[in-house]
């Protein structure tokens, strides 16, 4: 086993990212570590390095810097829809590197994409384990144990006076505090990784992201691990992950340290390898987590009557087609036409969003407007349809839309942070059909 892997690149459209493979048999692991240990760096901390080799005993190693991180292409965070373009760039190595199935592991906020990998594409996602997650970190009237938002502020003030200088240490690494050479190391990785603006940046938009509706579509079987001295991610975060996936078995450890590399990492390891080499693959399902789109054409049946038969079968055709192109263009799919309309379904918020706005604007050139509708959630494909409740939420949620708007479902803006994409709450509603009012959001017009 080479004593340093070489970095490598994939492309995800015009991006790049940087990974590594460590080994070429047995079943693959993937290791997505924080913004904080760039890959190229890991390896030269010799007990990290260490730790990776045991990973890498499992089978193949598969390592990735995060889009924006590390040795990937440092795309400006406020030019990204951050989750899913990190979920993106985990596909676009799985596949550069010829992985069908793979299992995952992700610590902290790193987790978040990876999560969103597993309910996503659960076809890709053998297993799942995750290190000191959060679902959600700020503190709301549904989510008592999480940091007031007054607090956040500070504490992202600290970090980013604290980065670059190996104070970050005392925090997430409390065993390693008095060990020179690892917080020099752990200080090196900072300032190589990003300055202290950009820790701050990155580190408010993990902090800020709420993943809790994903979490019940993810299959995989799920392992959690968490320390219980853990002051960065508290233990109630972490039962609140593993209480939100189905199939999730909660591991806590004596000790303080955030990082899974530091402290007594060899029961760590041994919970890991135990977990990856000897849990079973989830069994196939056609459940997967989608986000939905429905649109309307507003006034069509006037529309009909004023073209005639012939001219309003003509005009829906170039609807359609249309439609269609932009749909996969956004890498989504086009399950059906609905005479006035159109359902879809995508893999990722933004890029839906983007799709109904792109449509919107383009349907005025055939002298139509359409309001469009989304939710994300989970559906089950069938016969070449998709069915369930998530469908029946973005159908009411297009309903409520004003012409030309596109309305989106709460569990929609807190995934697509870092996007361009910005709303406005236009206040909770009793959704005919569906249980609980929903929160429910129009989307500002997408800035050119």
């Known amino acids: 086993m080479?004593?340093?892997?070489?970095?490598?690149?994939?492309?995800?459209?015009?991006?790049?990212?940087?990974?590594?493979?460590?080994?070429?048999?047995?079943?693959?692991?993937l290791f997505v570590p924080t913004a904080t240990f760039p890959i190229d760096l890991m390896w030269e901390e010799p007990t990290?390095?260490?730790?990776?080799?045991?990973?890498?005993?499992f089978g193949r190693l598969i390592t990735s810097d995060l889009l924006g991180v590390g040795s990937s292409d440092a795309v400006p965070i406020s030019d990204l829809a951050?989750?899913?373009?990190?979920?993106?760039?985990?596909?676009?190595?799985?596949?550069?590197?010829?992985?069908?199935?793979?299992?995952?592991f992700a610590m902290s906020e790193s987790a978040l994409p990876a999560m969103l990998l597993s309910a996503s594409h659960p076809e890709r996602v053998?297993?799942?384990v995750l290190w000191a997650p959060f679902a959600r970190y700020v503190r709301g009237p549904d989510h008592p144990f999480g940091m007031p938002e007054p607090a956040l502020a500070k504490y992202l003030d600290s970090f980013r006076d604290t980065v670059g200088a190996g104070g970050v240490v005392d925090l997430l690494a409390p065993?390693?505090?008095?060990?020179?050479?690892?917080?020099?190391?752990?200080?090196?990785?900072?300032?190589?990784?990003?300055?202290?603006?950009?820790?701050?940046?990155?580190?408010?938009?993990?902090?800020?992201?709420?993943?809790?509706?994903?979490?019940?579509?993810?299959?995989?079987?799920?392992?959690?691990?968490?320390?219980?001295?853990?002051?960065?991610?508290?233990?109630?975060?972490?039962?609140?992950?593993?209480?939100?996936?189905?199939?999730?078995?909660?591991?806590e450890f004596d000790g303080d340290d955030n990082v899974w590399f530091a402290g007594d990492t060899h029961r760590v390891l041994d919970e890991i390898e135990s977990f990856v080499t000897?849990?079973?693959?989830?069994?196939?399902?056609?459940?997967?987590?989608?986000?939905?789109?429905?649109?309307?054409?507003?006034?069509?049946?006037?529309c009909a009557t004023d073209l005639g038969d012939h001219g309003w079968a003509s005009l829906l055709d170039a609807h359609d087609r249309l439609v269609e192109r932009h749909v996969i263009g956004a890498r989504g799919t086009v399950v059906k036409f609905t005479g006035d309309g159109a359902l879809a379904t995508f893999d990722g918020p933004a890029r839906a969003i983007d799709c109904a706005c792109a449509i919107r604007d383009a349907v005025q050139d055939l002298g139509l407007t359409i309001r469009a509708g989304l939710h994300t959630g989970e559906v089950e494909m069938a016969d070449g349809d998709v069915h369930g409740i998530a469908v029946h939420v973005a159908a009411r949620i297009m309903a409520l839309a004003a012409p030309g708007e596109v309305l989106v479902s709460g569990a929609i803006p807190a995934l697509?942070?870092?996007?361009?994409?910005?709303?406005?709450?236009?206040?909770?509603?009793?959704?005919?059909?569906?249980?609980?009012?929903?929160?429910?959001?129009?989307?500002?017009d997408i800035p050119a």
């Open 2 to 29: 080479a004593a340093m892997p070489e970095t490598a690149y994939a492309r995800d459209g015009d991006h790049h990212l940087a990974y590594q493979v460590v080994g070429d048999s047995g079943a693959d692991l």
């Open 48 to 57: 990290v390095a260490g730790h990776l080799r045991r990973l890498a005993s």
């Open 82 to 104: 951050a989750i899913q373009s990190w979920t993106d760039g985990l596909l676009a190595v799985l596949d550069a590197v010829g992985s069908e199935c793979v299992s995952v």
């Open 126 to 128: 053998r297993s799942l």
């Open 175 to 251: 065993s390693w505090a008095a060990d020179a050479a690892k917080r020099r190391w752990w200080a090196r990785g900072e300032r190589l990784a990003g300055g202290p603006g950009y820790f701050k940046a990155i580190l408010d938009l993990f902090l800020h992201t709420d993943i809790r509706p994903v979490l019940a579509s993810i299959q995989a079987p799920t392992l959690v691990l968490h320390r219980r001295g853990d002051r960065h991610v508290i233990t109630e975060h972490a039962k609140d992950v593993a209480e939100r996936i189905q199939r999730a078995r909660l591991v």
């Open 278 to 302: 000897g849990s079973r693959r989830a069994a196939p399902t056609n459940r997967v987590l989608s986000t939905v789109l429905f649109t309307d054409i507003v006034e069509s049946t006037k």
């Open 416 to 444: 697509v942070l870092g996007s361009r994409i910005d709303f406005d709450d236009r206040g909770s509603h009793q959704l005919k059909g569906v249980p609980h009012p929903w929160p429910i959001f129009a989307v500002r």
